[in-house]
T-cell receptor
């Protein structure tokens, strides 16, 4: 799977929007972009995924660059409960690859 | 609550002990996974089962022995572990492998925090 690059950590104020970037310059045309997050003392949880178009769900929005070499996870109003490690993961849609290749992710700190 | 439960949540064992980790999913999935998360390292895939058949063993030492008696239950049997095996062991489940491809979502349990003395 192609590699992703994320900042090690970011900080945000509560109730402010948060933009978490991910670079994936070697992405292939069949790679889906997935985001998971891991809250303290919990297992990872799915956040959102997309292929080419921007996506919205109840948790977040995913903005995908036109050349697909980068994407941004957007939390519209950060809460203290959003403090977690956020992982950007590419999954190849051309095969039934099942492994999630977690990198180090971005540790998000949310301050009151 | 993700629909995936793991027991015990914490386990301390000596190097000569034998113990088992249990995972149960209530989501109707047919694929189940074991991951290992060591301190300051990314999650590592250990084993994958699809319809009770093991489809992946990611070069895991034989002191870790998985068992999948049915699609809802997954065990990880541990024996003669080393201190470096201390980690968070996570179980996950998903739709059958290949059914959704790269859009599949994996649902994780809370993990078992294992300490080997």
């Amino acid at each position: 799977d192609a590699k992703t690059t994320q900042p090690n950590s970011m900080e945000s104020n509560e109730e402010e929007p948060v933009h978490l970037p991910c670079n994936h310059s070697t992405i292939s045309g069949t790679d889906y972009i997935h985001w998971y997050r891991q809250l303290p003392s919990q297992g990872p949880e799915y956040v959102i995924h997309g292929l080419t178009s921007n996506v919205n769900n109840r948790m977040a929005s995913l903005a995908i660059a036109e050349d697909r070499k980068s994407s941004t996870l957007i939390l519209h109003r950060a809460t203290l409960r959003d403090a977690a490690v956020y992982y950007c993961i590419l999954r190849d849609g051309s095969n039934s690859g099942y492994a999630l290749n977690f990198g180090k992710g971005t540790s998000l700190l949310v301050t009151p | 609550e993700t629909g995936v439960t793991q027991t015990p949540r914490h386990l301390v064992m000596g190097m000569t002990n034998k113990k088992s980790l249990k995972c149960e999913q209530h989501l109707g999935h047919n694929a189940m996974y074991w991951y290992k998360q060591s301190a300051k390292k990314p999650l590592e895939l250990m084993f994958v089962y699809n319809f009770k058949e093991q489809t992946e063993n990611n070069s895991v030492p034989s002191r870790f022995s998985p068992e999948c008696p049915n699609s809802s239950h997954l065990f990880l049997h541990l024996h003669t572990l080393q201190p470096e095996d201390s980690a968070l062991y996570l179980c996950a489940s998903s739709l059958p492998i290949g059914s959704g491809g790269a859009t599949d979502t994996q649902y994780f349990g809370p993990g078992t925090r294992l300490t080997v003395l």
